[in-house]
């Protein structure tokens, strides 16, 4: 079998932060203990709530950040040092779409001028070649080469968000980490981006981390998903089956919210309690004061992210134990 594209190997991340009437610094474990391997061509969805830690997985994936712990490796080295020759060849393989695409762009600069930087910074071809590579990423992301004379302002937000696409494809990269790609765009258009992003990943044999708090658009374009909660892995397993049959008892209450187009929802799980916070994560399972299903236990051991059959693993005491028991 031909390695990962990409390999994240129990990656974590802490922030020192200050609290209380004394500046206290706490370590904020963003993400903690995290693997994940993406092969070639494939979409790996990353979801769960605000303070996760999806978008910092996503950033030391893509070498933005280096992990305290842990290893990422792509396409089968580890990632160089940032700032090195070797980092920045391995970077214009790897690029990154953001969820706010005027963010993203100068606002004082024509869009074509924007898509054609990363050829010039990189220099890829003559002048001329670069202009008729810019027309030629223009029409792949379904404009034309006149859009790439107008300034973001003129345009509309799923525009915009082709603009930050074209861009990102411009050195031919072999991976791209989307954080919330299409969040900021009206749903009708959403569809509209994610479709697009399809169809490109499909010609151009990209392969994506596809991260996003909504699982409407991750089902749309996955092959696996990861589902995070408080930093860390509590259920990954292959798109289809994961959500036709979710384990962990925060993924079923996901899913609950989010029924398939033409489905009606079994039943909306409502959690209650307070969403998480990376500054107090609770004892045990992060995940017990909001769990329906917590038992005990749940309050002082953490569970361990195991194979429960399949391709699936899970991080639930209750889940294990069902699994140990049908394996008996
Ligand atoms: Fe719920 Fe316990 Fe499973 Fe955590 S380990 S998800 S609290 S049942």
Redesign the pocket.
């Known amino acids: 079998m031909s390695p990962p594209l990409v390999e994240a190997s129990a990656i974590s991340r802490s922030y020192a932060m200050r609290s209380g009437m004394f500046g206290r610094s706490t370590a904020v474990h963003a993400v903690d203990g995290v693997s994940l391997a993406i092969a070639k061509g494939e979409t790996l969805g990353l979801v769960g709530e605000s303070g996760s830690g999806k978008s910092t997985t996503g950033r030391i994936v893509l070498g933005l950040e280096p992990p305290d712990r842990g290893e990422v490796r792509f396409q089968g080295k580890p990632m160089a040092a940032p700032g090195t020759t070797a980092w920045r060849a391995q970077r214009a393989r790897m690029q990154m779409i953001f969820q706010d695409p005027l963010g993203a762009l100068d606002r004082r600069l024509p869009v074509g001028t924007q898509i054609r930087e990363p050829l010039d910074i990189h220099g890829v071809g003559t002048p001329a070649e670069r202009e008729e590579r810019v027309r030629e990423l223009l029409r792949a992301v379904e404009l034309t080469p006149a859009h790439g004379t107008r300034y973001p302002g003129a345009l509309s937000g799923g525009q915009r968000q082709r603009i930050v696409l074209a861009r990102a494809l411009a050195t031919k990269p072999d991976f791209l980490v989307c954080d919330e790609p299409v969040s900021a765009l009206d749903v009708s258009i959403q569809a509209q981006v994610v479709n697009l992003l399809a169809d490109l990943q499909a010609q151009l044999s990209l392969t994506l981390l596809f991260i996003s708090h909504d699982l409407r658009v991750v089902r749309q374009i996955s092959n696996v998903v990861a589902v995070m909660y408080l930093g860390r892995i509590?259920e990954i397993g292959s798109a289809d089956d994961l959500f036709a049959r979710p384990e962990?008892?925060?993924t079923q209450a996901l899913v609950s919210a989010s029924p398939a187009p033409g489905r009606r929802s079994a039943g909306r799980i409502v959690l209650s309690g307070d969403p998480p916070n990376p500054a107090a994560r609770p004892q045990?399972?992060?995940?017990?004061p909001?769990?329906?299903?917590?038992?005990a236990?749940?309050?002082s051991?953490v569970?361990i992210l195991a194979a429960v059959g399949g391709n699936r693993q899970v991080?639930?005491?209750?889940?294990m134990g069902a699994a140990t028991r049908d394996a008996a």
């Open positions: 509590v962990h008892p925060y045990g399972c992060a995940f017990h909001r769990c329906p299903r917590a038992v236990r749940c309050a051991e569970p991080a639930c005491h209750l889940v």
